[in-house]
């Protein structure tokens, strides 16, 4: 079947643009996560989403980083006036049902963004 | 506070020789601990959990909580291990990832 897919997969940007990024979990998976990777360092959590509630994001940076799961599937991170240390790999996975004890992360291919 | 430290940026051995991948880990509590791989070209993926006490491809690996360590082994490596390898932990029924800088594994005929 079709795992998590990201949209764009590159994304290059002048600094002080405004970005959005999409993510197209798993169907049906509950769970959503966005994870930031800067160039040779392992994934930094950002936000997550249980459905469409926003139940942790105290990863996210900075106020200019705003994420969204409106119908509780398709995400979007936005991040508004770009700077040149956004520049990353923006990695999204998503887990079936609800946690009672760990259920598997199934991560997406990543959107590079650079910032110019 | 969560931390997971991977020492070696990059293992080099030759094919059929052992191989260790050192993780270390710092948590106040009783945390899940995972391997993630991520081959080239593909997206990140689970090699393996703790709880699991499962050897895949091979792998595995023994949760020592005294030395708050998480080594992955192999005792013969293959060519087609050849790859990045990530440690997280998770808290217990928590749900974000903590994951280390990662270790290239390299694999030479």
């Known amino acids: 079947g079709a795992g998590v897919s990201q949209s764009p997969r590159y994304k290059v940007a002048k600094r002080g643009q405004d970005v959005a990024l999409r993510c197209d979990p798993i169907?049906?998976?509950?769970?959503l996560f966005w994870y930031q990777q800067a160039l040779g360092q392992g994934p930094e959590f950002l936000t997550y989403?249980?459905?469409?509630?926003?139940?942790?994001k105290s990863g996210l940076p900075s106020d200019r980083f705003f994420a969204e799961r409106p119908e509780g599937s398709v995400s979007t991170l936005k991040i508004q006036r770009t700077q040149q240390e956004d520049s990353a790999v923006y990695l999204c996975?998503?887990?079936?049902?609800?946690?009672?004890?760990?259920?598997?992360?199934?991560f997406g291919p990543g959107t590079r963004l650079t910032v110019l | 506070a969560q931390r997971v430290t991977q020492p070696e940026k990059l293992l080099s051995v030759f094919k059929g020789a052992p191989v260790e991948l050192k993780c270390n880990y710092s948590?106040?509590?009783?945390?899940?601990l995972f391997w993630y791989v991520q081959y080239s070209r593909q997206r990140l993926q689970l090699l393996l959990r703790?709880?699991s006490r499962e050897s895949i491809k091979g792998f595995t690996a023994d949760l020592n909580k005294g030395e708050t360590s998480f080594h992955l082994k192999k005792p013969f490596a293959q060519e087609e291990d050849s790859a990045m390898y990530y440690c997280?932990?998770?808290?217990?029924?928590?749900?974000?990832?903590?994951f280390g800088a990662g270790t290239i594994l390299r694999v030479k005929s």
């Open positions: 169907s049906g998976h509950v769970s």
């Open positions: 996975a998503s887990s079936p049902v609800l946690r009672t004890i760990y259920n598997e992360q199934f």
């Open positions: 997280a932990l998770s808290g217990q029924y928590g749900n974000k990832l903590v």
């Open positions: 948590y106040s509590g009783s945390p899940e």
């Open positions: 989403f249980q459905n469409e509630a926003q139940l942790d």
């Open positions: 703790h709880i």
